[in-house]
């Protein structure tokens, strides 16, 4: 194989590790903030569970304070009860108090139903707090996986680019500059297999001449179609 094609196949592998480690370190940020997202639907969770019993505490406490209030009510109305001076008064005054101790029966019922409700959702919340535990340890495990995944790409990427770097100053930068031109316009494969006469990197067939001139080895040769470097495996 032509020296210079083989010291760019050997850019190459590099250069393929470095393009495959660098969008794997830019794909985790999201692959985190995937996992940080079950995290949220717990917390979301949790949130409007306690906006819940929140709720139905307040809802408690505006009964209780009506209660108080109708029952405060009552206390003046029976004694206005002992200073009504006909009959017609007696039976207004009698007539409002039952209406006001339906009242607070009516408030304590409803009462008892959201104390009960209330109980139910303490125990949600509970729930819910242990669910949102379990996910954040889960969660932190992940998390930290990634981060020890993070810290060895980018030890790993920085010997690849100094290894990298080693290997240019021994390649023609003729030859050099077209493999990077080359390799940023062709989704980072820039030298490419001939198989069954055909270029592997558009699947175009090659001219007979072109297959010749590839196995001759002495020249680098490129497709006509695509521009790729050229080389027969195994040779």
Same mark, same amino acid.
Not at 142 to 155: A, G, N, V
């Given at each position: 194989?032509?020296?210079? #094609? %083989?010291?760019?196949?050997?850019?190459?592998? $590099?250069?393929? &590790?470095?393009?495959?480690?660098?969008?794997?370190?830019? =794909?985790? /940020? %999201?692959?985190?903030?995937?996992?940080?997202? $079950?995290?949220?639907? %717990?917390?979301?969770?949790?949130?409007?569970?306690?906006?819940?019993?929140?709720?139905?505490?307040?809802?408690?406490? *505006?009964? @209780?304070?009506? !209660?108080?209030? +109708?029952?405060?009510?009552?206390?003046?109305?029976?004694?206005?009860? $002992?200073? !009504?001076? +006909?009959?017609?008064?007696?039976?207004?005054?009698?007539?409002?108090?039952?209406?006001?101790?339906?009242?607070?029966?009516?408030?304590? *019922?409803?009462?008892?139903?959201?104390?009960?409700?209330? @109980?139910?959702?303490?125990?949600?919340?509970?729930?819910?707090?242990g669910e949102l535990r379990d996910q954040q340890e889960h969660i932190q495990e992940d998390l930290d996986i990634l981060d020890e995944r993070m810290q060895e790409l980018d030890e790993r990427l920085e010997t690849l680019k100094r290894e990298r770097g080693?290997?240019?100053? =021994?390649? *023609? /930068?003729?030859?050099?500059?077209?493999?990077?031109?080359?390799? &940023?316009?062709?989704?980072?494969? %820039?030298?490419?297999?001939?198989?069954?006469?055909?270029?592997?990197?558009?699947?175009?067939?090659?001219? /007979? &001449? +072109?297959?010749?001139? !590839?196995? $001759?080895? *002495? =020249?680098?040769?490129?497709? =006509?179609?695509?521009?790729?470097? #050229?080389?027969? /495996?195994?040779?």
């Amino acid at each position: 194989m032509n020296e210079t #094609l %083989a010291q760019l196949l050997e850019l190459q592998d $590099h250069d393929k &590790q470095i393009i495959r480690f660098s969008k794997e370190i830019e =794909d985790i /940020p %999201a692959r985190k903030a995937d996992i940080e997202e $079950h995290v949220s639907d %717990a917390r979301a969770a949790l949130d409007e569970a306690n906006q819940k019993l929140k709720s139905e505490t307040l809802a408690v406490k *505006d009964l @209780e304070g009506e !209660v108080d209030s +109708t029952k405060e009510k009552i206390s003046r109305l029976q004694q206005q009860e $002992h200073e !009504v001076k +006909t009959n017609e008064e007696y039976t207004a005054i009698q007539k409002e108090l039952f209406s006001l101790k339906q009242r607070i029966m009516k408030s304590e *019922d409803e009462e008892l139903e959201l104390m009960e409700a209330m @109980e139910r959702s303490k125990e949600l919340v509970a729930e819910r707090e242990g669910e949102l535990r379990d996910q954040q340890e889960h969660i932190q495990e992940d998390l930290d996986i990634l981060d020890e995944r993070m810290q060895e790409l980018d030890e790993r990427l920085e010997t690849l680019k100094r290894e990298r770097g080693e290997l240019i100053e =021994d390649i *023609d /930068p003729k030859w050099l500059a077209r493999y990077e031109r080359v390799l &940023q316009h062709r989704g980072g494969m %820039a030298i490419v297999e001939v198989s069954h006469g055909t270029c592997t990197g558009c699947n175009m067939a090659l001219p /007979p &001449q +072109t297959v010749q001139n !590839v196995k $001759h080895e *002495d =020249d680098i040769v490129m497709c =006509d179609y695509c521009g790729r470097f #050229l080389y027969l /495996p195994g040779r």
